[in-house]
């Protein structure tokens, strides 16, 4: 699976973790990898646990009730450097800069997420995609580590 430019957002500003959720689900419908009623289902996983991974990231995903409505495995990305706080409410902000919306057939997504997982553990590496000028230097930085 190949990330796309088409599939990254470059400098998004959202207000809330749901705006940010409903952008990367868009673009995962926008490229015909899921229906429309997998973003209720990923608004519905944040519901019940958060997906920020920490570093900065957030991996929203759809419930295993949403993979129904997932046709094929996917990525999308939103770039937010001013960063969206997944834990409005909480004593500590849980900020993301990062947002990779994933769609998965069966357990394929789940190769995608270690790799994205990975690659960010390394906060530099976010900070450098949190930084990069491109969709296509957000690809290369993803082809050179990832692979």
């Known amino acids: 699976m190949e990330l796309k430019a088409k599939n990254i957002l470059l400098n998004q500003t959202f ?12 673009l995962l ?47 999308t990305i939103a770039q937010v450097p001013q960063g969206v706080n997944f ?10 800069m990062m947002i990779f919306g994933i769609a998965g057939v069966g357990n394929e997504h789940l190769d995608v997420l270690s790799k994205i997982a990975v690659f960010c ?14 969709a296509e230097e957000i690809i290369a930085m993803f082809e050179e580590e990832v692979e």
Do not use: Q
Not at 15 to 26: D, F, M, P
């Open 29 to 75: 419908v926008e490229d015909g990898a899921v229906e429309e009623s997998y973003i209720d289902s990923m608004l519905d996983r944040e519901k019940v646990v958060t997906t920020h991974m920490g570093n900065f990231v957030a991996i929203p995903h759809g419930t295993d009730e949403g993979k129904e409505f997932v046709k094929e495995t996917n990525i």
């Open 15 to 26: 207000s809330t973790k749901e705006e940010a959720i409903k952008a990367v689900g868009t």
């Open 121 to 134: 553990s390394d906060v530099e590496n976010v900070v450098r995609l949190a930084n990069a000028d491109s």
């Open 87 to 96: 834990a409005p409410g909480e004593d500590e902000e849980k900020m993301a």
